[in-house]
């Protein structure tokens, strides 16, 4: 199901550590960093969706470069539905492969243009969500 036009998405780049969340509007077909939370943090994903009131929801799928499954991806498959029954948005999954160097190489140039220095870098994982949002909405999922 496509995210609907009324709507903003809230993504996620699931980890065993730390949780990666971007924001994106299918109508600006563009998302934007947000922050990086402990992967147990459900108080500040509670607050995020309180403040954002996301349409739809998009967590990053792991798949090994053949496109098969790997262990991440059932732990993804299951922050995905307890997101989905958490907060009775609609959930969708997108393939993440080449978020995280995607998101290194925007972090790169955003230190070479001096819009980053290197302590930002603990925010990688919210530019890999962003990444997988792009992503999501290039492939026709706004």
Not at 25 to 43: E, V
Not at 99 to 126: L, M, P, V
Request: proline content about 5%.
């Amino acid at each position: 199901m496509p995210a609907t036009p009324d709507g903003p998405t809230l993504a996620f780049d699931f980890g065993t550590r730390w949780i990666g969340v971007a924001i994106g509007h299918p109508l600006g077909g563009t998302a934007r960093a947000l922050k990086t939370i402990a992967c147990d943090d459900w108080a500040t994903l509670d607050a995020l969706v309180a403040d954002w009131q996301p349409r739809d929801l998009v967590v990053g799928l792991p798949l090994a470069l053949d496109g098969g499954e790997q262990p991440m991806s059932k732990r993804a498959r299951e922050f995905a539905t307890a997101l989905e029954k958490r907060y009775a948005r609609a959930v969708h999954l997108a393939d993440e492969r080449g978020s995280s160097q995607e998101a290194a190489r925007r972090f790169a140039r955003r230190r070479s243009e001096g819009a980053a220095r290197r302590k930002d870098a603990a925010d990688i994982d919210s530019l890999a969500a962003a990444v997988i949002l792009d992503q999501w909405f290039a492939n026709g999922g706004a």
